[in-house]
């Protein structure tokens, strides 16, 4: 395998995904960022700054250790990529922190962000108090509903939530509103972006802060077993947690899996598995696979898990399944939710139903995979605690409809 | 059909002293079968250009009435293709330009979109999401078939992508301010200063949109812009009396029209 091209290139493309789609009000804004970041990045005080506060706030580095009763269950080693043991119980705060202390760094006053099952919310309300920073949060009006304790997470942490009533009241008007938002107050405001998707840079930024996920996972599994792992598996929404592991062993001989949501099934048509249609369109600031119409209206996504729930995906997402360096596969609800118990009976972990996906695909596969004698690394992006009222309700429910 | 159009109808507008006057209205509000009788209506009131919106499920660069008159519009099963087909029906001496997002044009395939409008009788397109260094590579491609790619600008725009929009064609979309579409109160003081700045720059015409609804506004803006665009304030006149569209519009241009 030759070296790879530096992604992305001077116009924030990669390959043919990427780009800057956004109103020309916001252009000098993203100028005005790629070169703050850039100048961020090659400054070793900015570095050090965001190292400290990972490791003495966060948590970092996250342990990686070896699931051994689920690796004898399945017949071969598995790993586990703890991001669930980070500060607010997902790997969204490795990007708010970066892009906090970025904002900080530009005189931004005013910290914005969208969110869907408020997750991301949560990491950025979380990042701004640490900075004495005002936090306003976009989120559908239907996740609101949905996900209400989170929604007071974020308002014990200082921030104004607002709840979006256009569209489809999720994840996808947040962004849009969040975006109306920023056009309108660009001038003082920092839009903290929650995935690898949006306008050039966030695609790259965001994928270089979380890659601080597969820099330590590297590290770790070659002190663990003195080689790589054979599979790298993690859940794919927008694309954040996966690009993170990934990213680091692009260039090593591992493959790489990242697990989209098949909801109730690709066939039902309530799905989320972006890739896995693999059609392109624009949207939110970038050129990648969107789930659309034929016209090119956005279709709404569905799945049983809210971080999946988003109808694009980063632009380096498609680049990868565009060459083929990763492989994108999809889960469904059902599989997803016995993959949540099996892993809290094995190992004692609740996952969040994200990771959840991830740790299905695995079960899925286990006879091709030890037949493969295969060494899997999967990212456990998030721990389950915000899910365990959801998943309860929805088994319930599920139980009450059985004839009996 | 040609891009000349909209040329002409700024040299018109200048020959008679005043600013040119540019209605926007959603196609398929408050029904599809509405828009040659609303384009009609709105031309009958003074209208020197109109623009259709294509509705887009995700419009963020829009308002409160104008996302809602997307929504109703799709709710409402409109289609690319009808709207196409619709308004290639249409006969006016009025340039139309198509208002749309840049997923539409791209899902279509961007040469075969341009050349479908152009079929339809569209002079120019306005995409608010397709910025300049997005779009700029097809503005020679959309100028040989007679369409204009309208080029924006904004309070925050640069010098240097005021100087590489020189090279645009048809006019300068301003936006007043820093947002979103819908109705204003008044008349940012940053306009003037604005759009002087860009005719230093730039021999377009320029037209100001974002936020005019009031003949006195539409008067202010008029003596200080090429043209005044329209949208929010009009669909929100037809949302108030959706039965009686075209007379509601015809009344609200030309009371905007006897303004300028
Ligand atoms: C725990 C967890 N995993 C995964 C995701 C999906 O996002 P991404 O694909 O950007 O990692 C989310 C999003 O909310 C999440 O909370």
Known sequence: ?404 | MDKSRIKDAFQKTRQEGRAALIPYVTAGYPTLGMLAPLVRALEAGGADLIEIGIPFSDPLADGPILQEAATRALAGGVRVQQILDVVSGIETSVPLLFLTYVNLVYRRGIEQFIRDSHEAGISGLIIPDWPWVESAQHQAWAHDHDVALIPFAAPTSTDPHLDAIAHGHGFVYTVSVTGVTGARTTVDKGLAPLVTRIKEHVSLPVAVGFGISTPEQARETGRIADGVIVGSALVKALMEDPDHAPAVAERFVKGLRDAL
């Open chain 1, 1 to 404: 395998m030759g070296k790879m091209k530096l992604m992305p290139d001077a116009h924030g493309r990669f390959g043919p995904f990427g780009g800057q789609y956004v109103p020309e009000t916001l252009m000098p804004a993203l100028d005005e960022l790629s070169a703050a970041y850039h100048q961020a990045k090659t400054d070793k005080s900015f570095h050090e700054e965001w190292m400290a506060l990972l490791k003495d706030y966060v948590g970092r580095p996250t342990p990686l250790r070896q699931a051994f009763r689920m690796s004898e269950k399945l017949g071969f080693p598995v790993y586990l990529k703890r991001e669930d043991l980070n500060h607010t119980g997902a790997h969204k705060i490795n990007n708010t922190m970066g892009q906090i202390l970025l904002a900080r760094r530009m005189g931004k006053t005013r910290i914005i962000a969208e969110t869907g099952a408020g997750q991301h919310g949560v990491a950025t309300a979380t990042a701004a108090a640490l900075f004495g920073l005002k936090a306003e949060i976009y989120m559908g009006a239907e996740d609101v509903e949905r996900q209400a304790l989170n929604v007071y997470r974020m308002r014990l942490l200082g921030a104004e939530v607002h709840s979006v009533h256009s569209g489809t009241s999720t994840l996808k008007d947040a962004t849009n509103e969040a975006i109306r938002d920023w056009v309108t107050n660009v001038r003082d405001t920092f839009y903290v972006i929650g995935s690898v998707v949006g306008p050039h840079p966030y695609p790259m930024m965001v994928r270089d802060f979380q890659s601080i996920i597969g820099i330590e996972a590297r590290r770790q599994f070659r002190q663990l077993t003195s080689g790589f792992p054979t599979h790298i598996v993690a859940p794919v929404g927008g694309g954040s947690n996966s690009m993170g592991i990934f990213y680091p062993f692009r260039q090593d001989p591992v493959a790489l899996i990242g697990v989209e949501a098949a909801g109730e099934g690709i066939e039902t048509g309530r799905h989320a598995a972006t890739i896995t249609m693999a059609e392109r369109g624009i949207l939110h600031g970038s050129l990648s696979y969107l789930l659309q119409d034929a016209d090119g209206q956005i279709q709404p996504a569905h799945s049983i898990s809210a971080g999946l729930d988003y109808p694009g995906v980063g632009p380096e997402h498609a680049y990868f399944h565009h060459t083929g360096r990763a492989q994108y596969v999809s889960i469904t609800d059902q599989e997803a939710l016995d993959a949540f118990h099996r892993l809290a009976e094995w190992e004692g972990i609740i996952p969040a139903l994200e990771s959840a996906h991830a740790i299905a695909w695995v079960i899925k596969e286990q006879k091709v995979l030890e037949s493969a004698n295969a060494r899997v690394l999967v990212n456990l992006s998030g721990r389950g605690d915000k899910d365990v009222d959801a998943v309860l309700g929805y088994e319930e429910g599920n139980h009450g409809q059985e004839p009996h």
